[in-house]
């Protein structure tokens, strides 16, 4: 592992060169996380309140997800981010290969209501190396001014005669292959187990031939909203914080569609050997507490992973509306949804990004 | 050096028949050598950041990937003594119970240590590699053998997962607990080892990185061209027009070169996306229908007209300069003896040209094949590069292994063209002016 580690150290010492600094001023930790509105709901709801109560100071930094850099400054044994918020299967990878400080659940504080933690966050929320903040969902949206009657259901995405027009995919296998099933007639419970097979596999890219000549791919969280306001798609698959904030800040007439809605966690964790490792298990703490969660939510339409949080949900910040009916953890939203299933992407990822790959380049 | 002192030596003894001496009493040979000596070492040492920054930022990562693509420790770091002992194997059957338990214990201690980079996980994504399906698999054993202290472990291990009772698995196991692997060359030329450890073709649908390779160079040799073809008039135009014409014609030459790279490249979205400006003018003079707008972008022809505006200028620089200093008069010469204007061109002025066009086209060529970002953005589905291909096994797979030999090959494939360039072209005859 001394190769790597080299090899990790140059690529760093290369990046320090450049002109990437660190932050090692005392008091102060790296809170690393995705930018834009979400950072946003996160200084609101966590940063600032943190800093007011300790008196210690925040330095938030974005990036695009992934495990890339976490691994880099570990390896290289020279970790300046203190805490990351990560995918579910990022996490689970990173903790698997021994990136991650392990969190010990028991000594996370209680709900409001008194719940010890491990029975107030919701199931498969807690990890060994992670604590999950909120459940984010990837949904599709239309614009309500471009379709009147608008989709109902995961096939419509799928109609090109009943609703024309080209259509937002992120480009990659997840989660376009549970859409495709879904859209193909399989119940959002049993995607998983016809993904397994390698026919639902075909039956998946089979779906998904349909409607590849209208397909318009997406990379960044940031790019559907976009998308859709300049007319570019009819409609898109999305992050649905996204799209929420695109129609709640900046009036857009867009449409959420929850029927095959896939959810998935954004968690907390904390590189192994962060500097200020103690602060940064404090400011974990501190916002994953059932008051901080629920504040978050009304700055964005991503659900608390706390169950005491969600009666404490509100409205949107400044705004006369009521957050509960956006959230992807609202019952009227789930009556066809699936959790992302992180052991099957651990497993299958490599080799179905390859084949989507070279499904995309193939004519 | 040498040639001097011998020079020396025949010379005409002097009075006391001994050697030539300085001043200060030193035979002049020796004085002259450790003279030239401390002038090398001086120039030297003027270049030692160079060499050294070279070596550091150059040098040394690119042995990195050289060795990082066929070296790969995981197997043998997270399993130690297993990796030994299944070498013995023949790959028949299932190995022995003595490999079974080394397995079973070495990967029960490596979960107890969680060193970094030398998890079950880490092992478990290793193996998946090979063998997709196997991470689970691996990365939840420790987890249900904690309880099992004592043998018999391979009954133990059997009775977790009917997986493990496959014999391909440990074939892989023993494949990927050798240190030194062809796995991810093999991977990056869409090969793979079947069930009988044979290496085959991998399926068609998992066929990627060859012909990916074969539309980097053909992409890269069609902007090329594309950029001969623009850039050599506004050379000619540069080199021969009025100061203070071309000056100003030179500005707009050099403005976008100034300009951001992603500004530029963005720019060529808003330009050319389907509610773009094009595509507007298109469809309100009446050329298009409003339904049928073209794909500009998110496509080949996109990833081809943004590299060609960006990577012009390298190709218009050396044109230019070259054109510069051929005189005018050779034209007027050619024409006066009686040659029509484009046998004048093509015989007297092209032939002049050609240290300028070799150094624009070799330029272009190589930052072409290697381009990152702008077909990461304007590239969609089918203009993406083998560097994008690349920096997604960096990036996100972190199958750092695959991409370093996936980089390996793109610094072959340019040095073997570099090579077939210098022997047709001639790297002496290139110029930048």
């Not at chain 1, 709900?111 to 990890?127: H, N, R, V, Y």
């Not at chain 1, 480009?171 to 879904?182: I, S, V, W």
């Not at chain 2, 003894?13 to 004085?31: E, I, R, Y």
């Not at chain 2, 409003?290 to 496509?299: A, F, G, H, K, P």
Request: aromatic fraction near 10%; charged fraction near 20%; charge should be neutral.
């Amino acid at each position: 592992m001394k190769i790597a580690k080299f090899f990790a150290s140059t690529i760093l010492g290369a990046g320090l060169l450049m002109g990437a600094t660190a932050a090692y001023a005392s008091g102060e930790i790296t809170v690393v996380s995705w930018g834009g509105a979400y950072t946003k709901s996160q200084v609101e709801a966590y940063h600032k309140p943190w800093i007011a109560k300790t008196g210690n100071g925040i330095k938030s930094e974005d990036y695009s997800g992934g495990i890339a850099e976490i691994k880099a400054q570990v390896e290289a044994g020279n970790v300046t981010w203190d805490i990351v918020d990560v995918e579910l299967s990022d996490a689970i990878r990173a903790c698997d290969e021994g990136l991650l400080e392990t969190i010990d659940a028991s000594t996370l504080p209680d709900g409001a209501d008194g719940t010890p933690a491990q029975k107030d966050f919701m199931e498969g929320t807690l990890f060994e190396c992670a604590v999950a903040n909120i459940v984010w969902s990837t949904i599709f949206a239309y614009d309500t001014t471009k379709i009147a009657d608008g989709p109902k259901v995961m096939a419509d995405f799928f109609d090109l005669e009943k609703f024309p027009g080209k259509r937002g995919m992120r480009k990659g296998a997840k989660p376009n292959l549970e859409f495709a099933l879904m859209a193909d007639g399989v119940a959002a419970k049993d995607v998983y187990g016809i993904l397994a097979t390698p026919e639902g596999v075909d039956r998946a890219f089979a779906k998904l031939d349909t409607i590849k000549d209208s397909v318009v791919w997406w990379e960044a969280g940031a790019q559907p909203p976009q998308l859709l306001a300049d007319g570019e798609v009819a409609m898109t698959t999305a992050y649905n914080g996204r799209i929420f904030n695109a129609v709640a800040n900046e009036d857009k007439p867009f449409e959420i569609v929850w029927d095959g809605q896939i959810w998935d966690l954004d968690l907390w964790v904390i590189p192994k050997g962060a500097p200020n490792k103690e602060k940064a298990l404090d400011f974990l703490k501190f916002s994953t507490s059932t008051e901080q969660l629920a504040k978050q939510a009304s700055y964005i339409s991503y659900g608390p992973a706390r169950l005491s949080s969600a009666p404490m949900v509100g409205k949107f910040e400044g705004k006369d509306l009521d957050m509960k009916p956006h959230m992807p953890t609202s019952p009227n939203n789930l009556t066809n949804a699936v959790q992302n299933d992180f052991n099957f992407w651990a497993d299958n990822a490599d080799q179905l990004n390859e084949r989507f790959n070279a499904w995309l380049a193939s004519n | 050096m040498t040639d001097a002192a011998s020079d020396m030596d025949t010379r005409p003894a002097t009075a006391n028949n001994g050697p030539l001496l300085t001043s200060d009493g030193v035979p002049l040979k020796q004085k002259l050598a450790i003279t030239t000596r401390r002038m090398r070492w001086k120039a030297f040492l003027l270049t030692v950041p160079l060499v050294l920054f070279l070596i550091i930022s150059f040098v040394v990562p690119i042995g990195q990937m050289l060795f990082r693509s066929v070296y790969n420790t995981t197997g043998t770091d997270v399993t130690p003594n297993f990796a030994v002992a299944i070498q013995k194997w023949d790959g028949e059957d299932l190995p022995s119970e003595e490999v079974f338990e080394l397995f079973v214990k070495d990967i029960l201690q490596a979960q107890k240590v969680r060193a970094i980079g030398k998890t079950p996980g880490k092992l478990g994504t290793r193996v998946n590699y090979e063998l997709p399906g196997s991470l689970s698999l691996i990365r939840s054993a420790p987890r249900k053998l904690k309880k099992i202290t004592e043998g018999p472990y391979k009954e133990a291990l059997l009775s977790l997962d009917k997986r493990w009772e496959n014999p391909v698995l440990w074939r892989t196991l023993k494949r990927v607990t050798r240190n030194f692997t062809p796995s991810f060359y093999l991977a990056a030329l869409d090969l793979k080892y079947d069930a009988a450890e044979q290496i085959v073709a991998a399926d068609e649908i998992y066929q990627i990185y060859v012909s990916n390779f074969w539309k980097t160079i053909w992409l890269s040799a069609i902007i090329t061209f594309l950029c001969f073809l623009l850039a050599f008039p506004v050379a000619y135009l540069l080199s021969t027009l009025p100061l203070a014409t071309s000056n100003l014609l030179m500005i707009l030459v050099l403005l976008p070169f100034w300009t951001s790279l992603l500004v530029r490249t963005t720019a060529w979205i808003a330009i050319l996306q389907s509610k773009g400006i094009i595509n507007n003018i298109l469809v309100f003079i009446g050329i298009i229908g409003d339904e049928s707008r073209v794909q500009l972008i998110y496509n080949q022809t996109g990833t081809i007209i943004a590299m060609v505006h960006i990577l012009l200028p390298f190709m218009i620089l050396p044109l230019y300069s070259v054109m510069k200093t051929i005189p005018p008069s050779y034209m007027r010469a050619a024409r006066s003896m009686g040659a029509t204007p484009f046998t004048a061109f093509r015989r007297v002025y092209f032939p002049q040209t050609l240290p300028g066009i070799a150094a624009g086209t070799l330029l272009v060529f190589i930052l072409a094949i290697g381009y990152y970002i702008t077909p990461a953005l304007v590239g969609g589905a089918d203009g993406v590069l083998i560097s994008n291909l690349i920096a997604g096994h960096i990036q996100k797979s972190l199958n750092w292994s695959l991409g370093a030999a996936l980089g390996t090959i793109l610094l072959v494939t340019v040095m073997v063209l570099y090579w077939l360039y210098n022997k047709f072209v001639g790297i002496d005859k290139l110029s930048f002016g």
